[in-house]
């Protein structure tokens, strides 16, 4: 379930915690934990701001685009 | 924990792009400003993760290649390209008066250091001649209207640029509170309640001038993947405003059978927050049908709606399906130029990210696209009805962006920051010269038992299965006009509706459960929708018909077009 924070490169700065529009961060001990993942929108938004690049957008199945590769 | 009392001038309700622009104006009088915001002003909002497209009227170049005001006013209204689509749904005279600002704002942004000229012009920009140069151009593309008027541009982080110049302002911004009722005396407003969504902290603003500025309505009807959140826009918008209004009395404008969209499918299938974004995808992004037909040569194309409505329609009746997004005929150019303005963009920019993690290609692949834009009416529904001042009929509101009353097909940024600049100007100018607040203390006791009281019960409802048992029964009772033609997918009856209100009452009378802030933030969230279903299907219902005019109306009871010359008013509680 999204988002997805890589506890190898995350430093615990909280950033995804004070910036998620849908506030579905919270603290932990060491990294920061997603408490509510029904409530991402994924939208990117702690993706974007996370300096250590730690989090990765991870689509449930039924949300995964469907593709046909033509070329 | 203790309540809080904050004190302020001029209190801006939604801190989105419309939302900071009007603390920003209203900081420029000698006022004191506060900016609240549900979540974090730097990335909330639907602008929040960026935007790369803004229509723009700007003088020195439409002007000169022989274009009005009055033909952007047109593509907004029934007699652009968009043909029947939008026909009479907007105010003209505000949208005329968003339409003469917009440059203007453009300007503002550019000080606020958002990047809008570049010194590369391609091939495909209208106005300006291709190729390099030393002092930078707009960059104009054509979305739908007739005019080419979108200027794309970086606005990947506006919000952040639009926080920082707030708190250059000394605008005090609180994030993480959700504004829920609004406090009135003698019929002036005199502040506002809200709760903090982390601490669980109950809040009494008192203010002398407050603009509300919260958005659309999201959570109305249920998403195709069954995710409650997957959705194009921002979840946290659910009508927060337009019922804190309606109960303070302000007049709304109800639409039950509003249209909105492109006249289908811009949209990717399954994950809702991407999107095609037809003027994202300029120069190259074209649709096509199962059999490999192109059914639209670009998505921002001057072709009338209309024509490309039947098309589709076409395509639906004899079994072309599914449609796809096709950029794999485009130049490396033009495909660098697409990447660019998704990475710009709001609706764009985690795709971009999903596209990478799953190894998809817009050279290689074609993606699905949904007929229409699913689970939501944004953008119309409700709205606060506003002058061209952005005041309400309540004295000391003013309301702009997605909450008031329909202004034109496509209106959505520049609407936003147009409104958002001017209701800020208007709210401190009125402030200057209204009295001392005086708070209802009944007022702020019976909210605060309203607000908290998800936090006392222990056996009751979840949020989630409100808002789900809503979403179905709007679904079933209530049906979603999306992007095509009336008549097309829509199923209502008055016995359906009117059974359908009383199941709301029944949904409103759950006892709620909230295991923390966060949640009770969500309960109340969905009292608001189901107070924005009820309006809505009071309005289908409703036998005050008036004859074709300024405003517009269908009612689909009876599968024919009826006209409303002026905004219908409820008063709070509905009956």
Same mark, same amino acid.
């Given at each position: 379930?999204?988002?997805?924070?890589?506890?190898?490169?995350?430093?615990?700065?909280?950033?995804?915690?004070?910036?998620?529009?849908?506030?579905?961060?919270?603290?932990?001990?060491?990294?920061?934990?997603?408490?509510?993942?029904?409530?991402?929108?994924?939208?990117?938004?702690?993706?974007?701001?996370?300096?250590?690049?730690?989090?990765?957008?991870?689509?449930?199945?039924?949300?995964?685009?469907?593709?046909?590769?033509?070329? | 924990?203790?309540?809080?009392?904050?004190?302020?001038?001029?209190?801006?309700?939604?801190?989105?792009?419309?939302?900071?622009?009007?603390?920003?104006?209203?900081?420029?009088? !000698?006022?004191?400003?506060?900016?609240?915001?549900?979540?974090?002003?730097?990335?909330?909002?639907?602008? =929040?993760?960026?935007?790369?497209?803004?229509?723009?009227?700007? &003088?020195?170049?439409?002007?000169?290649? =022989?274009?009005?005001?009055?033909?952007?006013?047109?593509?907004?209204?029934?007699?652009?390209?968009?043909?029947?689509?939008?026909?009479?749904?907007?105010?003209?005279?505000?949208?005329?008066?968003?339409?003469?600002?917009?440059?203007?704002?453009?300007?503002?942004?550019?000080?606020? =250091?958002?990047?809008?000229?570049?010194?590369?012009?391609?091939?495909?920009?209208?106005?300006?001649?291709?190729?390099?140069?030393?002092?930078?151009?707009?960059?104009?593309? &054509?979305?739908?209207?007739?005019?080419?008027?979108?200027?794309?541009?970086?606005?990947?982080?506006?919000?952040?640029?639009?926080?920082?110049?707030?708190?250059?302002?000394?605008?005090?911004?609180?994030?993480?509170?959700?504004?829920?009722?609004?406090?009135?005396?003698?019929?002036?407003?005199?502040?506002?309640?809200? +709760?903090?969504?982390?601490?669980?902290?109950?809040?009494?603003?008192?203010?002398?001038?407050?603009?509300?500025?919260?958005?659309?309505?999201?959570?109305?009807?249920?998403?195709?993947?069954?995710?409650?959140?997957?959705? /194009?826009?921002?979840?946290?918008?659910?009508?927060?405003?337009?019922?804190?209004?309606?109960?303070?009395?302000?007049?709304?404008?109800?639409?039950?059978?509003?249209?909105?969209?492109?006249?289908?499918?811009?949209?990717?299938?399954?994950?809702?927050?991407?999107?095609?974004?037809?003027?994202?995808?300029?120069?190259?992004?074209?649709?096509?049908?199962?059999?490999?037909?192109?059914?639209?040569?670009? &998505?921002?194309?001057?072709?009338?709606?209309?024509?490309?409505?039947?098309? +589709?329609?076409?395509?639906?009746?004899?079994?072309?399906?599914?449609?796809?997004?096709?950029?794999?005929?485009?130049?490396?150019?033009?495909?660098?130029?697409?990447?660019?303005?998704?990475?710009?963009?709001?609706?764009?920019?985690?795709?971009?990210?999903?596209?990478?993690?799953?190894?998809?290609?817009?050279?290689?692949?074609?993606?699905?696209?949904?007929?229409?834009?699913?689970?939501?009416?944004?953008?119309?529904?409700?709205?606060?009805?506003?002058?061209?001042?952005?005041?309400?009929?309540?004295?000391?509101?003013?309301?702009?962006?997605?909450?008031?009353?329909?202004?034109?097909?496509?209106?959505?940024?520049? /609407?936003?920051?147009?409104?958002?600049?001017?209701?800020?100007?208007?709210?401190?100018?009125?402030?200057?010269?209204?009295?001392?607040? +005086?708070? !209802?203390?009944?007022?702020?006791?019976?909210?605060?038992?309203?607000?908290?009281? &998800?936090?006392?019960?222990?056996? =009751?409802?979840?949020? /989630?299965?409100?808002?789900?048992?809503?979403?179905?029964?709007?679904?079933?009772?209530?049906?979603?006009?999306?992007?095509?033609?009336?008549?097309?997918?829509? +199923?209502?009856?008055?016995?359906?509706?009117?059974?359908?209100?009383?199941?709301?009452?029944?949904?409103?009378?759950?006892?709620?459960?909230?295991?923390?802030?966060?949640?009770?933030?969500?309960?109340?969230?969905?009292?608001?929708?189901?107070?924005?279903?009820?309006?809505?299907?009071?309005?289908?219902?409703?036998?005050?018909?008036?004859?074709?005019?300024?405003?517009?109306?269908?009612?689909?009871?009876?599968?024919?077009?009826?006209?409303? /010359?002026?905004?219908?008013?409820?008063?709070?509680?509905?009956?």
């Amino acid at each position: 379930m999204p988002p997805k924070i890589d506890l190898k490169l995350c430093k615990g700065c909280n950033v995804c915690v004070d910036i998620c529009p849908l506030d579905v961060f919270k603290e932990g001990a060491k990294a920061p934990v997603v408490a509510y993942p029904d409530e991402c929108w994924h939208c990117g938004a702690c993706v974007m701001d996370c300096p250590e690049e730690a989090i990765r957008l991870v689509l449930p199945v039924p949300m995964r685009p469907v593709a046909i590769r033509i070329k | 924990m203790e309540d809080a009392l904050v004190k302020c001038d001029v209190l801006v309700v939604g801190g989105g792009l419309g939302g900071c622009l009007a603390a920003i104006k209203a900081s420029e009088y !000698d006022v004191k400003v506060i900016l609240v915001e549900k979540a974090n002003a730097k990335r909330s909002g639907s602008a =929040g993760t960026g935007n790369d497209h803004f229509w723009c009227y700007i &003088p020195e170049i439409h002007g000169k290649a =022989g274009l009005t005001i009055e033909d952007v006013v047109k593509d907004m209204s029934f007699k652009g390209p968009y043909g029947k689509l939008t026909e009479g749904f907007i105010d003209q005279e505000l949208c005329e008066s968003i339409v003469r600002e917009t440059y203007d704002r453009v300007l503002d942004l550019e000080r606020f =250091g958002v990047k809008f000229r570049f010194k590369k012009i391609y091939p495909w920009n209208y106005f300006v001649e291709p190729g390099e140069y030393e002092e930078a151009k707009f960059r104009i593309v &054509p979305a739908f209207q007739s005019v080419p008027d979108v200027l794309n541009y970086e606005g990947r982080d506006i919000k952040r640029k639009l926080t920082k110049e707030a708190k250059k302002r000394s605008v005090n911004i609180m994030n993480r509170v959700m504004v829920t009722s609004l406090l009135t005396n003698e019929g002036s407003v005199v502040g506002a309640t809200g +709760v903090n969504t982390r601490t669980g902290q109950f809040i009494v603003f008192e203010a002398k001038a407050i603009v509300l500025h919260t958005g659309g309505c999201n959570r109305l009807y249920p998403t195709r993947t069954g995710y409650l959140f997957n959705r /194009q826009d921002c979840p946290n918008l659910t009508g927060d405003g337009e019922i804190m209004a309606l109960k303070a009395g302000a007049e709304l404008f109800v639409t039950p059978a509003r249209k909105r969209g492109h006249g289908a499918f811009q949209y990717l299938k399954n994950f809702a927050r991407a999107s095609g974004a037809a003027t994202s995808c300029y120069p190259a992004g074209r649709y096509i049908n199962s059999e490999g037909e192109v059914v639209v040569e670009h &998505p921002a194309s001057r072709e009338p709606l209309r024509v490309r409505r039947e098309k +589709v329609e076409t395509d639906i009746r004899e079994g072309r399906l599914p449609f796809y997004l096709d950029l794999t005929q485009a130049t490396e150019e033009q495909i660098k130029y697409v990447e660019w303005s998704y990475s710009n963009e709001s609706l764009c920019w985690a795709f971009l990210e999903i596209m990478r993690d799953m190894g998809l290609d817009f050279r290689k692949d074609i993606f699905e696209l949904d007929l229409e834009k699913p689970g939501t009416i944004s953008g119309g529904g409700v709205g606060i009805f506003i002058d061209t001042n952005c005041a309400t009929s309540v004295k000391g509101l003013f309301a702009g962006g997605d909450i008031v009353q329909p202004i034109g097909a496509e209106t959505t940024g520049p /609407q936003a920051v147009v409104l958002g600049w001017r209701a800020g100007d208007r709210a401190a100018e009125y402030a200057l010269k209204a009295p001392e607040p +005086v708070v !209802d203390e009944r007022q702020v006791r019976d909210e605060r038992r309203r607000v908290l009281a &998800p936090l006392e019960v222990k056996d =009751g409802v979840a949020w /989630q299965e409100l808002n789900v048992a809503l979403n179905g029964l709007m679904a079933d009772y209530m049906g979603y006009v999306g992007g095509l033609s009336l008549g097309f997918n829509d +199923v209502r009856s008055e016995h359906g509706l009117e059974s359908l209100l009383n199941r709301l009452r029944e949904l409103r009378s759950q006892p709620l459960n909230a295991k923390d802030p966060h949640e009770v933030m969500r309960c109340l969230e969905v009292l608001n929708l189901i107070d924005v279903g009820e309006l809505l299907i009071k309005a289908a219902l409703d036998p005050r018909i008036y004859e074709k005019g300024k405003w517009f109306m269908a009612k689909l009871a009876v599968k024919e077009m009826k006209f409303f /010359q002026r905004p219908i008013v409820y008063k709070y509680p509905i009956e």
